[in-house]
């Protein structure tokens, strides 16, 4: 049974940071794409970065990028998403995924869902 288990979220001031743990099992986490989503209140779930299965490829949605890192550790199973200079209108909560294609960013590529992190960044 594969499980995906986000945790580290929180709340958090403006311009504060915080980093995201995504934990897997169940699968064979060094041959997935992973990847981080967020749901803001009122709003559809949106992409915010992928890294591929060795980490040697990462993409970031506009909104996070030059803000987010998005980084894995293989031996850990673990994916993880530094989150620097938050905003307000980063408030959402936020999903890691898994993908079995090469490198993927809609959420239909990915197969495998956590139940989500709740991130608050307060003005």
């Known amino acids: 049974q594969v499980q995906l288990v986000e945790s580290g979220g929180g709340l958090v001031q403006s311009g504060g940071s915080l980093r995201l743990s995504c934990a897997a099992s169940?699968?064979?986490?060094?041959?997935?794409?992973m990847g981080w989503f967020r749901r803001a209140p009122g709003k559809e779930r949106e992409f915010g970065a992928v890294?591929?299965?060795?980490?040697?490829?990462?993409y970031y949605a506009d909104s996070v990028k030059g803000r987010f890192i998005i980084s894995r550790d293989n031996a850990k199973n673990t994916v993880y998403l530094q989150m620097n200079s938050l905003k307000p209108e980063d408030t959402a909560v936020y999903y890691c995924?898994?993908?079995?294609?090469?490198?993927?960013?809609?959420?239909?590529?990915?197969?495998?869902w956590g139940q989500g992190t709740q991130v608050t960044v307060s003005s």
């Open positions: 995924a898994a993908a079995s294609s090469a490198i993927a960013r809609t959420q239909a590529e990915f197969r495998y």
């Open positions: 169940g699968l064979a986490f060094s041959t997935y794409t």
């Open positions: 890294i591929s299965w060795r980490g040697l490829t990462t």
